[in-house]
């Protein structure tokens, strides 16, 4: 968030590799990663081989290119348990273009549950796709408001308020307010293997600029 000096630790993971191994994973050489997400061939080159850093805007537009999450730019799989504590200042966070991603455990826990806080820039939202994957979805909202629509019908969640339902419904979010929104999302009984959370973090928008 703007207001926010964490340093995230997304910054000791090499993204350069990450999407060295994403490219090549999906067949693609640097050429036709560079045409398909706009980004120059000497620029990709750079970014692979750990040169530079990419921006925000620079890794979704690389994420669309390849069909992937933003966060599998991040991704590294740490061990997995059935007991995992935080301390609060202790968190995984990550940046995206509507805010930032707070990992409460679950990237870490060996079951099929994943809390996490989605903390909203003033005009942020999911943007035009909703979302659908498995599971269930809870939301509590800690601050500001925080606009959800769910199969067409609209719940607008101030501080205290909570909604639960189905994932396989179609949703999507939008923090409509004059400041930071601040919800707690709980998501469980996912297939083996997803990672929903992924669908919030990719599917973020930045406010609209005046």
Known sequence: MKADNTEYDLMTIDVGERLRILREERGLSMRSLARASGLSTNALSMI??????????????????????????????????????????????????????????????????EPFVLNLEPGGSSGEHEMIHTGHEFVLCLEGVIDYGVEGLNYRLEPGDSLLFAAHLRHNWANPGPGIARAAIVLSAFEQGERPSEFHIAAGRPPEEE
């Open 48 to 113: 692979e081989r750990g040169r530079t850093s990419p921006s925000v805007s620079t890794l979704v537009k690389l994420a669309g290119a390849l069909g992937a999450p933003v966060t599998a730019f991040f991704r590294a799989e740490p061990e997995r348990t059935n007991i995992v504590f935080r301390k609060s200042n202790n968190r995984r966070k990550m940046a995206f273009p509507a805010g930032v991603w707070e990992g409460l455990g679950g990237e870490a826990f060996e079951g099929l549950v």
